[in-house]
């Protein structure tokens, strides 16, 4: 049984549009449950325009802190008051911490996909990413990546308002670690095939594949993936998104959605609200059932 709420629980939030689909309630509620932590987690709608007020809420609620998730991870930098050093360098926050007033944000989701890639027995230290995307998830990937020993990421993203973003996280990257980033236009098919197959990961990172975007993938066509390509979609609703099934019907062997990814990113979270260890485990039995909504 999840706790029972008091007069003392302690509210934590997560502030994203859309958000009703996310299982972030379900991983955090049944950790605190048993763990005995009288803690509550929620979810609320929140776009670019309601961020400014339900940040002061932290404060004047009193509240833990908060999970931001799109489209709010880098339009929420400007409302906190500290980040922690990795987090200025990857420029998006998906986690903020209430120290009595002092709101300081962190990142969790670069860590949390390599922590779910190294689950699985995938090693992509030493290797080459491409990876489509740089918002809030694709920025955090890219650069933590980087720190963390990928020698080359080669970087997609439409020339949409990404696209300076997806200039900044390569040049962060080529100043500031020993990867190689380099910097090309979703537009390019030609390109975009040709890096997809010297590649050892192959990660999407825009959000394609996921309500309003369901149904829909960059890669449609089979032809492109080789057997031995990791696959990794940080899309988890749906459970199978199209792009696996086209990786799927390519006979790629290691395919992922961001399930795993979301559960290792909400346990280094965990960790900064209570300062106790997630029991990892017990929710990945809760996560990966898939009954589970």
Same mark, same amino acid.
């Given at each position: 049984m999840l706790n029972q709420l008091d007069g003392h629980t302690i509210l934590i939030g997560l502030m994203a549009y859309p958000i009703r689909h996310s299982m972030s309630p379900t991983m955090h509620n049944? +950790?605190? +449950?048993? #763990? =005995? #932590?009288n803690f509550a987690y929620l979810a609320f709608e929140i776009t670019n325009e309601g961020l400014p007020k +339900?940040?002061? *809420?932290i404060r004047t609620l009193d509240m833990r802190g908060s999970n931001i998730s799109m489209p709010n991870k880098q339009k929420v930098i400007p409302l906190l008051d500290k980040l922690d050093p990795a987090t200025e360098m990857i420029g998006a926050v998906n986690t903020v911490v209430n120290d009595h007033g002092v709101l300081t944000g962190y990142t969790t989701d670069g860590v949390g996909m390599i922590k779910s890639l190294d689950d699985e027995g995938i090693n992509i230290r030493g290797q080459k990413m491409t990876l489509a995307g740089a918002g809030g998830a694709g920025t955090a990937i890219a650069i933590q990546c980087a720190l963390d020993g990928v020698k080359e990421i080669s970087i997609f993203n439409q020339d949409d308002e990404f696209f300076a973003q997806a200039k900044r996280n390569v040049d962060v990257i080529n100043e500031k670690t020993d990867c190689k980033a380099t910097l090309h236009r979703l537009e390019d098919r030609d390109d975009f095939k040709a890096e997809i197959d010297d590649a050892y990961i192959y990660c999407d990172a825009t959000g394609v594949g996921?309500?309003? #975007?369901? =149904?829909?993938t960059l890669v449609s066509d089979p032809s492109w993936f080789r057997k031995d390509l990791v696959v990794f979609d940080t899309v988890y609703a749906p459970r199978t998104t199209k792009l696996m099934e086209v990786a799927q019907? *390519? =006979?790629v062997e290691h395919v992922f959605n961001g399930l795993g990814m979301m559960l290792e990113q909400g346990a280094a979270a965990f960790k900064l609200w209570t300062g106790k260890e997630m029991p990892v485990d017990y929710i990945r039995d809760i996560l990966f059932n898939e009954d589970a909504k």
């Open positions: 049944h +950790a605190f +449950a048993k #763990l =005995g #932590l +339900a940040i002061d *809420a996921m309500n309003p #975007l369901e =149904g829909q019907e *390519a =006979g």
